[in-house]
């Protein structure tokens, strides 16, 4: 076998920088490595059994994409910081992702390798009322649910009503644009640590008779909703998302003007508010919702 010629000298002096910039990276990281212990004890996550901070995560994820310039893609800088952050959750406290496969497997699988890598282990279920089951079961384990109605779920929230029950404590992805490579709108679903929880928009779960289309149509520019069908003939759930400065009596007022009647109200979770960019390295400009 031949030997390959030599690089060209300015070919290896790019090469020696891209090896210190790789060294220096790797230090970086390993320095970050270092804070973990810290982290855990001030945190107390050894109690909670749980280190996600969700609303930390979507303020540093905008920040992320609001600095970012150049040549390498923001898809590829935020999967980056996606493995780091999800992966040093991990290492502080070792959870299991839950993934609903229900919207199919494939956009799902997505969801959860861009987010949260392939050190942290995940379960597929066929259904959110197994991955809510499995969260509700576990510690500090996250369900990922698709975030649109999927007829064959039903009302999946309504297992979050009660105290101590899981909630919706985040919505993915933290950054939106049209061409996100794993943009399924995704709600996750955790038993929240006291200090992990996120209200910008707070999640209702809602349940009305006298359900139709006029109902539907009112509340469609105040709230993103699904909607399910509930027992009754006309009922439906519905799992309401209150974007900031919306309030769950205007929300209601709307609905009963519309001809339906609440039966009731539970709050089901909260996230850190929707943040859209317009596409791959635009500047970043909030959604309103
Ligand atoms: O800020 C924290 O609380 C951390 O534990 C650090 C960190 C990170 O790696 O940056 C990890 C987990 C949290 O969800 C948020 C951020």
Do not use: C
Not at 191 to 214: F, I, Y
Not at 262 to 267: D, E, G, I, Q
């Amino acid at each position: 076998m031949t030997k390959p010629p030599p690089p060209s000298p300015a070919l290896a002096q790019l090469r020696a920088e891209i090896d210190r910039l790789d060294a220096e990276m790797h230090r970086l990281l390993m320095a970050r490595g270092e804070i973990i212990d810290r982290l855990v004890a001030v945190k107390k996550t050894d109690e909670s059994g749980s280190a996600f901070r969700p609303a930390r995560e979507a303020d540093m994820m905008r920040r992320l994409v609001a600095r970012h310039h150049g040549r390498l893609p923001l898809d590829t800088v935020e999967s980056i910081w996606r493995v780091i952050i999800a992966t040093f959750t991990w290492v502080q406290a070792p959870y299991t992702v839950h993934a609903d496969f229900s919207a199919g497997e494939a956009v799902m699988r997505d969801v959860v390798r861009f987010h949260f890598g392939f050190t942290v282990p995940f379960v597929p279920h066929m259904g959110a009322a197994g991955a809510v089951a499995a969260v509700a079961a576990s510690k500090g384990d996250l369900a990922l649910v698709p975030a649109a109605g999927l007829g064959g779920n039903g009302a999946w929230w309504r297992a979050l009503e009660a105290e101590g029950a899981p909630k919706i404590i985040a919505r993915l992805p933290f950054v939106e644009r049209a061409d996100h490579p794993a943009g399924l709108p995704t709600f996750v679903v955790a038993r929240p640590a006291p200090d992990a929880v996120a209200n910008e928009v707070r999640t209702l779960s809602v349940r009305v008779a006298g359900w139709g289309p006029q109902v539907a149509a009112a509340l469609s520019p105040l709230a993103d909703t699904v909607a399910a069908p509930d027992a009754a003939l006309d009922g439906a759930a519905l799992l309401v998302s209150l974007p900031p400065g919306r309030t769950e009596e205007e929300v209601l007022a709307a609905m009963r003007q519309a001809g339906a009647s609440v039966r009731n109200t539970a709050l089901v979770g909260g996230h850190a508010s929707r943040y859209t960019v317009a596409s791959e390295g635009a500047a970043p400009e909030p959604a309103g919702r």
